[in-house]
């Protein structure tokens, strides 16, 4: 298959996107205001969640194989670029740790540095042997919870890992019932790398890619709806959601196929955004702001410590949250342009980049 030639800069306007769509998220959250507004509104927001961070973790993936496309199509050998992705990992567990322990429990980056470690041995396998590693991972996920305590390490109302810091709970958290675990997170990762290697530059494959997303997000969400219903007199409402539901806690296997259903026609249509509006001023600066994504990530966090200092993190609405949350976004925006002019990559993406040489 031809590989692209260029630069796609959709994936970059793609990761912006999901800078917003996480930012809502965590933001509701924190802020306590995930039901302390209209219905409607609530409906919206909430289908946001685990979608904003699930695009990220494939784009990591796309990242991974464009970066090692050269070594894969060559009888060269893969260590090199495997020592660059563990000092990347390293310097995400880092940060993200620095993060956890400055309250921020909802981290991702601790995570996202196992996934790399994960698919950094992935770097010259085959796309079938990629697409069955995610496959068997997606339903050893779904087989562990059914056979362990998912409830493990949580606080009574499930806002808190109180066992973070064990052990045992710490293992827990990362494997199995954590934000996003491993089983079956990691799993997005390896789907990315498989997308990585395809080319979507190819308007056939856009639409052809499009289409088969839509039909399976379809399918995913009415049969969890159908089993909802279903199981619901049998075995209670609280299983059948546990069971069949399509958000991230706990991440079923139909959470995992639609989000990356919802993962590909998101970024699908980036793609094609692009490139009917390359030279535009907008499509330009979400492209800046999608390349400081890890920034971002921080800044974000940051914003939040600032609202807290000044005026605490209750009794918010959720139209406040998201006003909130737009303002950062278009701050974010701002200062990526800005940025971006007289700089090549971001503050942290230039610190990762370094410690990885």
């Known amino acids: 298959m ?180 491993i089983f079956p997170w990691v799993a997005f990762l390896l789907i990315g790398m498989w997308l990585g290697r395809l080319d979507f530059q190819n308007h056939q494959l856009q639409k052809k890619g499009l289409i088969v997303s839509f039909i399976i997000f379809i399918v995913v969400e009415a049969a969890s709806f159908i089993f909802i219903k279903l199981s619901t007199p049998s075995v209670g409402m609280e299983i059948a959601y546990y069971l069949f539901d399509t958000k991230p806690m706990p991440p079923t296997m139909l959470y995992i196929i639609s989000s990356s259903c919802t993962s590909i026609i998101v970024i699908i249509l980036c793609i094609q955004l692009s490139e009917k509006f390359k030279k535009t001023v907008i499509v330009q600066s979400l492209v800046y702001t999608g390349q400081l994504a890890l920034t971002l990530y921080v800044g974000h966090f940051l914003a939040l410590v600032f609202l807290f200092v000044f005026s605490g993190l209750t009794n918010y609405t959720l139209k406040f949250a998201i006003v909130f949350s737009f303002v950062f976004f278009l701050l974010s925006i701002i200062s990526s342009v800005w940025w971006r002019k007289r700089f090549k990559r971001g503050p942290i993406e230039f610190l990762m980049r370094k410690v990885s040489e």
Do not use: C
């Open 2 to 181: 031809k590989k692209p030639t260029e630069r796609i800069i959709g994936y970059d306007i793609a990761r912006s996107l999901a800078i917003l769509g996480m930012v809502i998220v965590n933001y509701k959250i924190s802020m306590n205001a995930e039901g302390n507004g209209p219905e409607w509104l609530i409906y919206w927001t909430s289908l946001l969640e685990g979608r904003a961070s699930a695009i990220f973790v494939i784009l990591a993936g796309v990242g991974i194989s464009l970066m090692t496309q050269r070594v894969r199509l060559s009888e060269n050998n893969s260590q090199k670029y495997r020592l660059t992705i563990w000092k990347r990992s390293l310097f995400l567990f880092v940060l993200g740790m620095s993060l956890y322990l400055m309250q921020w429990s909802a981290d991702i980056l601790h995570y996202y540095a196992f996934y790399m470690v994960i698919a950094s041995f992935f770097i010259k396998a085959s796309s079938k042997k990629i697409i069955i590693t995610a496959l068997s991972i997606v339903f050893t996920a779904q087989l562990l919870q059914l056979l362990l305590d998912y409830e493990y390490g949580w606080n009574a109302t499930f806002s808190q890992y109180e066992m973070f810091w064990t052990f045992k709970g710490f293992f827990s958290n990362l494997f199995f019932n954590g934000y996003h675990p």
